[in-house]
């Protein structure tokens, strides 16, 4: 088992730490832009999440952000208008695009734990953790109708698989700040913390509820419905390699383990096998 100390993220502005069994955690630190994600802080994120499942033992992984605010959003005020002009796609979609992919292709649950606001391309990274927890205070949005942009399409997907057309619509349409308790009931979020005190502490306790669970459930439970959601059409290959998926959970140690301690009423002891 590698050394967690060892994994470096390479700026200061994303960091990284395990506070909980099987729990790391990714903080983003930008305070002078309000967590703004430029591209050192995206390049950390691609670099750095791929390693989290490399010969050390996490089962969840958190992404938050520096204290009072989640992120403002993609830094489009760092980079030049008449950049836009001439290469606007490179410029914006490449680091952020790989920034995602990371954590999209991450085999173990992820979590947002949106601390205070999410504006922009961050609500896009909530989005595309499996699961987001707010604090009370926290306001998400989408400013593109505000700003004269057109969203990506792939972003637009996210959202629309998330809270569905007529939600997304009313998000992207309105450019309106969604309280925390008004994407609770939309489902853009998975559930709002009982205050803002203490938030960090209670996202840390949902995260290691999840670490906690049957390892082989969890990786394969997001691997099929990660195949799912991608293709709405089942190809005969995709349903018999689900079908294979399933099954191989009964033969496991896991799943023996699993039935065991439920009839013996005790805690289950997961070997990932």
């Given at each position: ?5 060892s994994?470096?993220t ?9 506070p ?13 832009k ?7 802080i995206l390049?950390?994120?691609?670099a ?12 969840c ?6 204290d ?13 208008a008449?950049?836009?002009e ?12 790989a920034a995602?992919d990371a ?5 173990w ?10 504006l ?13 927890i ?8 989408m400013?593109?109708?505000k ?41 853009l ?30 990786k394969?439970?997001?691997?099929a ?22 099954e ?25 096998r």
């Amino acid at each position: 088992m590698a050394d967690v100390t060892s994994i470096e993220t390479g700026t200061e502005k994303v960091r990284l730490d395990f506070p909980a069994e099987a729990v790391a955690r990714l903080k983003i630190s930008n305070p002078p832009k309000r967590n703004a994600l430029d591209h050192e802080i995206l390049d950390a994120i691609t670099a750095t999440v791929p390693r989290l499942d490399q010969g050390i033992e996490v089962r969840c992984l958190v992404i938050t952000g520096e204290d009072p605010v989640f992120s403002a959003g993609y830094d489009i005020g760092g980079i030049p208008a008449e950049s836009f002009e001439t290469d606007a796609e490179a410029l914006v979609a490449h680091p952020f695009t790989a920034a995602l992919d990371a954590i999209e292709d991450f085999p173990w649950p992820t979590v947002a734990a949106l601390n205070g606001h999410c504006l922009g391309g961050a609500l896009e990274m909530a989005v595309t953790c499996d699961l987001r927890i707010a604090a009370p205070h926290a306001k998400l949005g989408m400013p593109p109708a505000k700003l004269g942009l057109i969203y990506g399409h792939t972003g637009l997907i996210r959202f629309i698989r998330t809270i569905g057309l007529p939600r997304t619509r009313e998000l992207f349409f309105t450019g309106d700040m969604l309280p925390a308790g008004r994407a609770d009931e939309i489902g853009l979020v998975n559930r709002v913390t009982a205050g803002d005190e203490d938030f960090a502490v209670e996202a840390v306790e949902f995260a290691a509820g999840i670490a906690a669970n049957a390892p082989l459930s969890m990786k394969g439970n997001k691997q099929a419905i990660g195949t799912i959601t991608e293709n709405p059409v089942l190809s005969e290959d995709q349903v018999r390699e689900l079908v294979e998926l399933r099954e191989s959970c009964f033969t496991s140690e896991d799943f023996l383990e699993g039935i065991t301690a439920f009839g013996e009423k005790r805690k289950p002891n997961w070997t990932g096998r």
